[in-house]
T-cell receptor, first 115, second 111 residues
Framework: AQSVTQLDSQVPVFEEAPVELRCNYS??????LFWYVQYPNQGLQLLLK??????LVKGINGFEAEFNKSQTSFHLRKPSVHISDTAEYFC?????????????FGRGTSLIVHP | SQTIHQWPATLVQPVGSPLSLECTVE??????LYWYRQAAGRGLQLLFY??????ISSEVPQNLSASRPQDRQFILSSKKLLLSDSGFYLC??????????FGPGTRLTVT
């Protein structure tokens, strides 16, 4: 079984400032890691994913995340945010191998970008 | 490329009425399919998932049911809606256990 903890339910930030959204996970097996973004009244959209290889993953809209196996973290970062980045962000994990096809989602972090 | 459709986009139904939400996927075959619900200001709650035609797994016991009559069609149903069924319903598909691709969602209000 696995679990995901998004440490901040809300992150307010000013436009053009850097931001980090934190995600920690626990799992008894190796995992794949994902970040999704949800704009109001829309479905979730994949931002980026870590399947294997380089631990620094770049995604859409200028976001990146770093997989840290020793700290079981997958924090999302952007060096300079825009008003349009205001949205809900979800971290998710999925087990490598095994019989489960069910990913585990965090509860979400609301990013609020102020002008 | 693959696309996922959900309809209707919004729905207002009285308590005790039936429900049918439909989800279809194009451009892929034998996808894993999922139904989620989001209550206002809350995270995702997995309701059902399916790894093949006629194969449905329920994650939360409630008055909802799901069916997969065709490879790329996933239907969420209820015989009698409750007030607590209100929410934002999301369908998603996945190739194996990798990332998921979500539909636009259905906003259901039970009155």
């Amino acid at each position: 079984a696995q679990s995901v903890t998004q440490l901040d339910s809300q992150v307010p930030v000013f436009e053009e400032a850097p931001v980090e959204l934190r995600c920690n996970y626990s799992s008894s097996v190796s995992v794949y890691l994902f970040w999704y973004v949800q704009y109001p009244n829309q479905g979730l959209q994949l931002l980026l994913k870590y399947l294997s290889g380089s631990t620094l993953v770049k995604g859409i809209n200028g976001f990146e995340a770093e997989f840290n196996k020793s700290q079981t973290s997958f924090h999302l970062r952007k060096p300079s945010v825009h008003i349009s980045d205001t949205a809900e962000y979800f971290c998710a994990v999925s087990a490598r191998g095994g019989g489960s096809y069910i990913p585990t989602f965090g509860r979400g972090t609301s990013l609020i970008v102020h002008p | 490329s693959q696309t996922i459709h959900q309809w209707p986009a919004t729905l207002v139904q009285p308590v005790g009425s039936p429900l049918s939400l439909e989800c279809t996927v194009e451009g892929t075959s034998n996808p894993n399919l999922y139904w989620y619900r989001q209550a206002a200001g809350r995270g995702l709650q997995l309701l059902f998932y399916s790894v093949g035609i006629g194969q449905i797994s329920s994650e939360v016991p409630q008055n909802l049911s799901a069916s997969r009559p065709q490879d790329r069609q996933f239907i969420l149903s209820s015989k009698k809606l409750l007030l607590s069924d209100s929410g934002f319903y999301l369908c998603a598909w996945s190739p194996e256990r990798y990332e998921q691709y979500f539909g636009p969602g259905t906003r259901l209000t039970v009155t």
